[in-house]
């Protein structure tokens, strides 16, 4: 964290909460081109690596009685099995596979991006919402297919007073259109706010070498603070891709029973 | 964000406020994004997810087949101890029954010996008795000789004159009395 040394020249705290951010090609000082291999090419490699050791290697075994690692990836398979079953129904299994993808990506990327030094690739908004407009896409071409014009039957609030179901019909095809907004931005916010907030009171632990006095009180509390908001940013790190996974479900429900 | 001592070096690198909205890395990172779903969505649906569906289909079978033949064997068990019950109680009959009939022998036997020492015993009493009786009647005829011997004696002796018919007589009606 300190190795940043932007503006060490006055000796005091340097706050550059948003560098971790910022995509940068890993050899050379180039600019970032469509297939430049970035920091961001680095962490999804490692991100794919991850899924395979855990899914992959973890399974080679097949063991009846599994191993630690194979019964941690059969956990992670009943739990999103589950979760597309009981969400979206038994006819949505067919995408449980691209499901699954989904919500690996996003659960490796957020840890893997909890390591120090890391870039977390969920944390920005041209990931998440390339994910999200995935989702989207898939519910209404799958909605559309399945159910032709009735799907539009989805804005079309059947159970409202008549005289309503016009101002719904409008309310529900903005809030439509605004899920894959809500869907990108969630995760892209959660992750950046996390890492930044962690930055921000990285920057003032080296209080202690400026000044003892202020340093004695400052110093160890924002390590506690740090400490502290890693464990929340773990939870994060779950709950988001958790939350991103069961959204996609519940949106992929709508397109396969779209009725209300 | 870094508002504060930036050189040039340093604006170009953080400036443009948020790198999220720094629109020329959108490109790159699509391109790597859309790279890494398609690898990992194959991964997953050609090795990974079948295999895994595999082994939970077969420890499922494993789990099914170990559960009959548990209940197989729950059923033969109590079979067994149905049978070892069944064994017992046939057993325990017959012990019954044995007992039983040993018993009533006995008891015949026992009857059997008790009647013929009660008629030894009859017997012996009625013999007993006989001897006695016989002895007693003896025992009357001796004291009655004694008795006229005696009183002829006694008569004699005081100067009468003893018939022995009427000593007789007179003893034996004395006795009687």
Known sequence: MATETHGADQGGLVFHPMDQFIVKPLFGDGPVGLFTLTNVTLWMALTVLAIFALLVLGTSGRATIPSRVQSVAELVYDFIRKMVEDVAGKDALVFFPYIMTLFLFILFANFLGLLPMAFTTTSHIAVTAVMAVMVFLTVTIVGFVKHGFGFLGLFWVSSAPLALRPVLALIEVISYFVRPVSHSIRLAGNMMAGHAVVKVFAAFAPMILISTGIGLVVTPLSILAISTIYALEVLVAFIQAYVFTILTCVYLKDALHPSH | ?177
């Open chain 2, 1 to 177: 964000m870094a508002s504060e001592t930036h050189n040039a070096a340093d604006a170009a690198a953080s400036a443009p406020g948020l790198p999220q909205l720094n629109f020329d890395h959108f490109g790159n990172q699509i391109f790597w994004l859309l790279v890494t779903l398609v690898v990992i969505y194959f991964v997953l649906s050609r090795v990974a997810l079948p295999r895994i569906a595999a082994v939970l289909a077969e420890r499922q079978g494993t789990i099914t087949n170990d559960l009959a033949a548990a209940e197989d064997l729950k059923a033969k068990a109590v079979e067994a101890e149905e049978a070892y019950n069944k064994a017992l109680a046939d057993a325990r009959s017959e012990a019954q029954t044995i007992v039983n009939a040993a018993k009533a022998e006995i008891k015949a036997d026992l009857d059997k010996a008790i009647a013929k020492a009660d008629a030894e015993i009859a017997a012996k009493t009625a013999e007993g008795e006989k001897k006695i009786a016989e002895i007693r009647a003896n025992a009357l005829v001796s004291v009655k000789e004694v008795a006229n011997d005696t009183t002829g004696e006694i008569v004699t002796a005081l100067g009468g004159k003893a018939d022995k018919r009427t000593v007789t007589a007179a003893v034996t009606a004395r006795m009687k009395g």
